[in-house]
């Protein structure tokens, strides 16, 4: 321990112009913090390699506080702020309203202006400092910024062995000092507060994730977050970042207007992207990943594509007959390839015809609903 | 577009509905309008239990991701093998988090915010420095380290001595209490730690180790300084914080005692021996104890023994005496119109070049005249 204390004190002073008793004092408070982590984590003590431990500890500590000391006073707080309100964006909502961006940076700013003084608290006296003290030199400075977003992160257990981030219970604690009533937030939702038909109703919504959240088996999770992964990695593969931010932040339940706020959009701007989205998706769920999403929406072959029976009939009769072909080639489970081979057609064309066969079924689909 | 928009148009809802209702309980993932149930108000308690173990996966997330490491969006294992759940950081929401982060740069770096010390600062007042300079010039005051090497059997480094001598330099002529002083002068080497510093203190009073009659007779006493030596670290640096400020404590009272020269009625004779770089330097104040106690207060002789060239210089309120040699040998002074309880001070200044001064108090008691 002590040979890590000097080995980081030595590290700080060279990369750092600062005195070096503040560098060895600075040091020991980092490794005095590693070592309490030490002995009280179960899996280091039983893993045997404290040492190790201590080690990759102390290196992530020193890079941090670095790295806030090359940032400098004015960049390396604005680092840590937009940080913080990052992992407490989505806790912190004004009450009562549809959230907006604006309105939730002005909590956040509140919030971490509290969050603050807990944090030089407790740096204060796990350090036994004194009550007085404060970051005097840029090198203080970077160790109590670094200690801020350390202290922000530590996990806070939970029942049934979760664990959250300490920063998020403090936010979900700061909401609620302004009492959450949710059935005023349910009748406010259920408002229409945009006319966005792709927005559906929110009561339903609501109605539908309770029921989500009781019954849905693990297979499923993990169904969803394929597609959710796969669609990202497919659009990313087509250069749409903007398209992947813009599914992420509907993923979140943001309403129209913050996502346009975050992604400094207008209206226009946000309309296009939703359209490029929409254009993605449709490729996506018919031709890119077509099985993957007709198994999520139970549309599947075996689910005669999510067709009734009538609806079945109808929609085998609108084939050509070389569809008709090739849709009992897939109920065989036949590869693109073989098909290819069966109905002499280019992969291409084979591809092209399938999309177009589930673009009929899902046309009947919609007729029969619409 | 437009073909593709009209039939699809319900698949495109439905598909996005259904992915945007978020899978059921990951903790990091909130429901603004549901009551969030990971609220869990005894998380809040001062000893609220943290998730060490949880902790370190965050570590090592980070460290991945610092490498370039990271899982890629579509959700590949991770770099580190984790075998317990830490379970709700999904790259999904990283993501989100990210795009929240740079969006809220801009505002953050506008109005950037003030830490708890920092209120009513101006946006330029917000610069730390590096705190380079060392406490003291690290060239002053080298000749007298063999002195201050010797004061206690254990390695302490050159600068820490130099400190402390130059620390309490600057409080020998205070007119406070000898404790005061050697608080006032370890302190310096502990800066923010002021509150602690005075527990070591207090508990060295009540320690029959560290008496400070045991130190000082360690520096003479050869058993004394072995036993000494097996009570103290082997040395400074690998002290923990706690005994470096006994030590520090220790020190400031040899040297203070070393620079004070505290004539009384039981005392009428004062010496004190320095080792310096040239050899060794011996001071003497006397008053003479067999003349006739008078009505005028019998003068102080000063008698200095030098190693090499220097001078004595005897400030009073009055005036200053001086005198000097030109090379090894002795200086003497005499102080007639002294003041029963006042401080003077005697600088003994060594090779001219003002660099190597020492400063001693020299105080007279009052007495009662029988």
Redesign the interface.
């Known amino acids: 321990m002590?040979r890590l204390?000097?080995e980081l004190a030595a590290q700080l002073q060279q990369e750092?112009?600062?005195?070096?008793?503040?560098c060895?004092?600075v040091a020991?408070r980092l490794m005095e913090e590693v070592q309490r982590?030490c002995q009280?984590?179960?899996?280091?003590q039983t893993s045997g390699e404290i040492d190790a431990?201590g080690r990759?500890?102390m290196?992530?500590r020193r890079?941090q506080c670095l790295r806030y000391y090359q940032l400098?006073?004015?960049?390396g707080?604005?680092?840590l702020?937009?940080?913080l309100?990052?992992?407490v964006?989505?806790?912190l909502?004004p009450p009562g309203q549809p959230?907006s961006y604006q309105q939730r940076?002005l909590l956040?700013?509140d919030f971490?202006?509290g969050f603050?003084?807990e944090a030089?608290n407790a740096f204060r006296r796990e350090t036994?400092?004194?009550?007085g003290?404060?970051?005097?030199?840029?090198?203080?400075?970077a160790e109590?910024m670094a200690f801020c977003e350390r202290y922000a992160?530590?996990?806070?257990?939970?029942?049934q062995?979760?664990?959250?981030q300490l920063i998020?219970?403090r936010a979900?604690?700061f909401t609620?000092r302004t009492p959450?009533e949710?059935i005023t937030?349910?009748e406010a939702?259920t408002e229409p507060t945009d006319t966005n038909?792709?927005r559906?109703d929110?009561v339903i919504?609501?109605i539908?994730?309770?029921l989500?959240?009781a019954e849905?088996p693990a297979a499923e999770?993990s169904l969803?977050?394929?597609?959710?992964?796969?669609?990202?990695?497919y659009l990313?593969q087509q250069g749409r970042q903007d398209c992947?931010?813009y599914f992420?932040?509907?993923?979140?339940?943001l309403p129209t207007a913050e996502i346009e706020a975050?992604?400094?959009l207008t209206p226009r701007q946000r309309d296009y992207l939703q359209?490029r989205f929409?254009?993605h998706?449709?490729r996506f769920?018919?031709s890119h990943q077509w099985e993957l999403?007709h198994d999520?929406?139970e549309a599947d072959l075996e689910h005669n594509l999510g067709l009734t029976a009538g609806e079945w009939q109808r929609f085998k009769q609108r084939l050509e007959p070389g569809q008709q072909q090739l849709l009992t080639l897939k109920q065989r489970g036949q590869s693109w390839a073989a098909i290819a081979k069966t109905l002499t057609w280019t992969p291409t064309k084979t591809r092209k015809q399938w999309f177009r066969l589930l673009?009929i079924a899902?046309?009947i689909?919609?007729r029969s609903?619409? | 577009?437009n073909n593709?928009?009209?039939?699809?148009?319900?698949?495109?809802?439905?598909?996005?509905?259904?992915?945007?209702?978020?899978?059921?309980?990951s903790?990091?993932q909130?429901?603004?309008?549901?009551?969030?149930e990971?609220?869990?108000p005894e998380?809040?308690s001062e000893e609220?239990?943290?998730?060490?173990?949880?902790?370190?996966w965050?570590?090592?997330d980070?460290?991945d991701e610092?490498r370039g490491e990271t899982a890629?969006?579509?959700?590949g294992e991770s770099a580190t093998p984790q075998p317990f759940?830490k379970?709700d950081r999904?790259?999904?929401y990283k993501?989100?988090?990210?795009?929240?982060?740079?969006?809220?740069?801009d505002?953050?770096?506008a109005?950037?915010?003030?830490?708890?010390?920092e209120h009513g600062l101006a946006?330029d007042e917000?610069?730390?420095?590096?705190?380079?300079?060392?406490?003291v010039n690290p060239l002053w005051q080298q000749a007298w380290l063999p002195q201050l090497q010797s004061l206690l059997p254990m390695q302490i480094p050159e600068?820490t001595l130099l400190?402390l001598l130059a620390a309490c330099t600057q409080v020998v002529g205070s007119v406070q209490p000898h404790g005061i002083k050697m608080a006032d002068a370890a302190k310096t080497?502990?800066p923010?730690?002021?509150?602690?510093l005075n527990e070591v203190i207090n508990r060295i009073r009540l320690s029959p180790t560290l008496a400070l009659d045991t130190v000082r007779d360690a520096t003479t006493n050869a058993a004394a300084r072995s036993r000494l030596a097996q009570v103290l670290p082997a040395t400074y640096?690998?002290a923990s914080?706690e005994q470096q400020m006994a030590i520090a404590v220790v020190l400031a009272k040899s040297i203070l005692d070393g620079l004070t020269l505290n004539l009384t009625p039981r005392h009428l004779s004062q010496h004190c021996v320095w080792q310096s770089t040239a050899g060794e330097m011996s001071l003497q104040v006397t008053i003479d104890p067999h003349s006739p106690w008078g009505q005028r207060p019998h003068p102080i002789r000063i008698q200095a023994t030098l190693p090499q060239a220097g001078q004595l210089t005897l400030t009073t309120p009055k005036r200053s005496l001086s005198t000097q040699c030109a090379g090894a040998g002795s200086l003497a002074l005499q102080l007639a119109d002294w003041q029963p309880g006042q401080t003077y001070l005697l600088t003994l200044e060594f090779q001219e070049d003002n660099k190597n001064n020492l400063q001693f108090a020299l105080i007279c008691q009052h007495w009662d005249k029988d």
Request: hydrophobic residues 40%.
């Open positions: 002590d204390i000097e750092t112009n600062t005195n070096p008793q503040i060895h004092q020991k982590i009280e984590s179960p899996h280091i431990w990759t500890l290196e992530h890079k400098g006073s004015r960049q707080r604005g680092e702020q937009s940080l309100s990052a992992i964006y989505q806790y909502k959230s940076l956040i700013e971490l202006q603050y003084l030089l036994q400092l004194d009550g003290y404060q970051p005097r030199s840029r090198l203080e400075l109590y992160k530590r996990r806070i257990r939970l029942p062995q979760r664990s959250q998020i219970l979900q604690a609620r959450l949710w937030d349910l939702a038909p792709d559906p929110p919504r609501q539908r994730a309770a989500r959240q849905t999770h969803h977050d394929t597609i959710v992964k796969t669609l990202i990695q990313q992947v931010d992420i932040l509907r993923l979140q339940d975050i992604l400094k359209q929409k254009y998706l449709i769920a018919l999403v999520w929406l673009e899902w046309e689909r919609n609903v619409s | 577009m593709m928009n009209d039939p699809l148009a319900w698949l495109y809802q439905e598909l996005l509905q259904s992915l945007t209702q978020p899978p059921p309980v903790t990091q909130p429901r603004p309008n549901l009551p969030p990971a609220f869990n998380a809040f609220a239990e943290l998730d060490w173990d949880a902790l370190l965050d570590v090592l980070e460290q610092a890629p969006m579509i959700g759940a379970g999904s790259a999904v993501r989100f988090e990210q795009i929240i982060r740079n969006r809220i740069r505002e953050v770096h109005n950037l915010p003030r830490f708890p010390w946006i917000l610069d730390y420095v590096d705190d380079f300079a060392p406490r600068q400190q080497l502990f923010g730690y002021g509150t602690q640096q690998s914080l």
